[in-house]
Nanobody, 124 residues
């Protein structure tokens, strides 16, 4: 019933910016914690950022802290990932995930639902 759809990926030069979005539908998704993960070719999936479903809790991976911002539009049931000062090592497929718990977490196995991903490529 729950569906997550990512969009906003593309090709950008190093130092540029992109804003990813995740549209959520089905169930009480506005109360779920939401996370962003990424997977580069030949690499394991890694945590990027998360926010709580209730309240204002935020978590960022050290690799993106200070460059990426996660925020939520609860009225539209959409979560955004603003990515600035992009680096070639940010190149990956980015996935949106939802956790039925309201508490944000970095642990991928805690998330109950996943989108299909949107590809981000950063050229040097």
């Amino acid at each position: 019933q729950v569906q997550l759809v990512e969009s906003g990926g593309g090709l950008v030069q190093a130092g540029g910016s992109l804003r990813l979005s995740c549209a959520a539908s089905g169930g009480p998704v506005s109360t779920y914690a939401m996370g962003w993960f990424r997977q580069a070719p030949g690499k394991n999936r890694e945590f990027v950022a998360a926010l709580s479903g209730i309240g204002s809790g935020l978590i960022y991976a050290d690799a993106v802290k200070g460059r990426f911002t996660v925020f939520r539009d609860n009225a539209k049931l959409t979560v955004f990932l603003q990515m600035n000062s992009l680096k070639p090592e940010d190149t990956a497929v980015y996935y949106c995930a939802a956790d039925r718990s309201a508490a944000a977490t970095t642990r991928a196995l805690s998330y109950d639902y996943w989108g299909q991903g949107t590809r981000v490529t950063v050229s040097s």
